[in-house]
């Protein structure tokens, strides 16, 4: 079974310009999550999908960051324009649907380091 | 509000032997599930072991076992025989069973194992 896809892998810019990440989730998971983590810290949650629809964005700084999942199964998240707080590793995962079974698992990709300069 | 404290901001052990890593948890929920996931300096996070809430056993996964003490909202790993490879952040996590899948974690501990 594949696992969680991310990329790229890493990411270097300058601060006010705008970058994009991509997440492949694993095939038939309906939940999809974006974390930021700064170094030092956990997983912060930015947003959480379950098929396309958002379920939680309520730590998601909208003015500047957004994501979609538009078919229920890619996602991507967009930063425009960067600051350099916004300098972290940005984690993907994924999870079966709420009351499946075993949706209580979440598997995470390699994640995105992004430096802001 | 639901919170995951890790206490522990680092920890080292000597290879073979045991270390105990820390974590409490404040929720309202009386269901749920409590997680420690592992992230080595790669940085993929791998889940470790898991607990559910209303199984009073504690969860064992080969040399990694927890100490689960619901009353006192405490859920500690003990990795036992440390290996050099248990190096890495191990964060604590924590998921309401209800509705939304939303996971809460820890600010981590860094453990160093040492040969």
């Known amino acids: 079974e594949a696992g969680v896809a991310q990329s790229p892998r890493y990411k270097i810019i300058e601060k006010r310009q705008s970058v994009a990440f991509w997440c492949n989730p694993i095939?038939?998971?309906?939940?999809l999550y974006w974390y930021q983590q700064i170094l030092g810290q956990g997983p912060k949650l930015l947003i959480q999908?379950?098929?396309?629809?958002?379920?939680?964005d309520s730590q998601l700084p909208k003015d500047r960051f957004s994501a979609e999942r538009l078919k229920g199964v890619d996602s991507t998240l967009k930063i425009q324009p960067a600051k350099l707080e916004d300098s972290a590793v940005y984690l993907c995962?994924?999870?079966?649907?709420?009351?499946?079974?075993?949706?209580?698992?979440?598997?995470f990709g390699p994640g995105t380091r992004l430096t802001v300069t | 509000a639901q919170t995951v404290t890790q206490s522990q901001p680092e920890m080292s052990v000597q290879e073979a032997e045991t270390v105990t890593l820390s974590c409490t948890y404040d929720?309202?929920?009386?269901?749920?599930?409590l997680f420690w996931y592992k992230q080595p300096p790669s940085r993929q996070m791998i889940l470790v072991i898991r607990?559910?809430?209303?199984?009073?056993q504690n969860a064992t996964e080969n040399r990694f076992s927890v100490n689960f003490q619901k009353a006192a909202k405490s859920f500690s790993l003990k990795i036992s025989d440390s290996q050099l490879g248990d190096a890495a952040m191990y964060f604590c996590?924590?998921?309401?069973?209800?509705?939304?899948?939303?996971?809460?974690f820890g600010t981590g501990t860094s453990l160093t194992v040492i040969p």
């Open positions: 995962a994924s999870s079966l649907a709420p009351f499946r079974d075993r949706s209580y698992e979440q598997y």
């Open positions: 607990q559910e809430a209303y199984k009073q």
């Open positions: 095939s038939g998971h309906a939940t």
């Open positions: 929720t309202s929920e009386s269901d749920y599930y």
């Open positions: 999908f379950q098929n396309n629809g958002v379920v939680d």
């Open positions: 996590a924590y998921r309401p069973r209800r509705t939304g899948n939303q996971f809460y």
